[in-house]
């Protein structure tokens, strides 16, 4: 596939996510809050059900040759980090870089002013310090381009179809809760 042809099926993956984000209040402040205090589970319901659609549709189209994984060298240090970064800007601002694009669609100035900062700063701090943490912390733990799968030497369908059928165990759980 060329990279044209991807881009453009990005976007409109992006826009279709985008906005079943926003049809499913994911993008709403109060909706994140709840979820965040565990009153309200519309936001985890969403995620596992793009969780579990997303593994099933990208493992379909490996099985049938249309794509390839590309899996990155991961370490604990990025981990660590990356959650640090992530989780002091979704702390400060309720949230994530993905609900905050949905609320900016939505014209909430909180998302558009404070998430896009908050986005800026978040990418800012990471460029200038990278040169620092690169043969550092993001070092630090290593473990390689290694998957689950390959990590347990069993095929992927052997790990795919029992968390589908957890996610879905548990999205049925969070309905009758």
Same mark, same amino acid.
């Given at each position: 596939?060329?990279?044209?042809?991807?881009?453009?099926?990005?976007?409109?993956?992006?826009?279709?996510?985008?906005?079943?984000?926003?049809?499913?209040?994911?993008?709403?402040?109060?909706?994140?809050?709840?979820?965040?205090?565990?009153?309200?589970?519309?936001?985890?319901?969403?995620?596992? !059900?793009?969780?579990?659609?997303?593994? &099933?549709?990208?493992?379909?189209?490996? !099985?049938?040759?249309? &794509?390839?994984?590309?899996?990155?060298?991961? !370490?604990?240090?990025?981990?660590?980090?990356?959650?640090?970064?992530?989780?002091?800007?979704?702390?400060?601002?309720?949230?994530?870089?993905?609900?905050?694009?949905?609320?900016?669609?939505?014209?909430?100035?909180?998302?558009?002013?404070?998430?896009?900062?908050?986005?800026? &700063?978040?990418?800012?701090?990471?460029?200038?310090?990278?040169?620092?943490?690169?043969?550092?912390?993001?070092?630090?733990?290593?473990?390689?381009?290694? !998957?689950?799968?390959?990590?347990?030497?069993?095929?992927?369908?052997?790990?795919?179809?029992?968390?589908?059928?957890?996610?879905?165990? &548990?999205?049925?759980?969070?309905?009758?809760?």
């Amino acid at each position: 596939m060329n990279t044209n042809k991807q881009r453009v099926w990005g976007l409109l993956f992006g826009v279709a996510f985008g906005f079943l984000l926003q049809k499913g209040g994911a993008t709403q402040y109060d909706i994140i809050l709840g979820q965040l205090l565990l009153k309200d589970f519309t936001v985890l319901k969403i995620m596992l !059900s793009a969780v579990a659609t997303g593994m &099933i549709g990208l493992h379909v189209m490996k !099985s049938k040759g249309w &794509i390839r994984f590309h899996p990155k060298k991961g !370490s604990v240090g990025k981990n660590v980090l990356g959650g640090l970064l992530f989780g002091v800007g979704f702390a400060l601002l309720g949230y994530c870089p993905g609900t905050i694009a949905g609320a900016i669609g939505n014209g909430y100035l909180d998302a558009a002013l404070g998430g896009l900062l908050g986005i800026f &700063i978040g990418a800012g701090i990471f460029a200038a310090y990278y040169p620092k943490w690169k043969d550092g912390i993001l070092k630090k733990g290593e473990y390689g381009d290694i !998957s689950l799968p390959q990590l347990l030497k069993v095929k992927d369908w052997v790990l795919v179809i029992p968390i589908f059928f957890m996610i879905v165990l &548990i999205l049925f759980w969070i309905e009758h809760i």
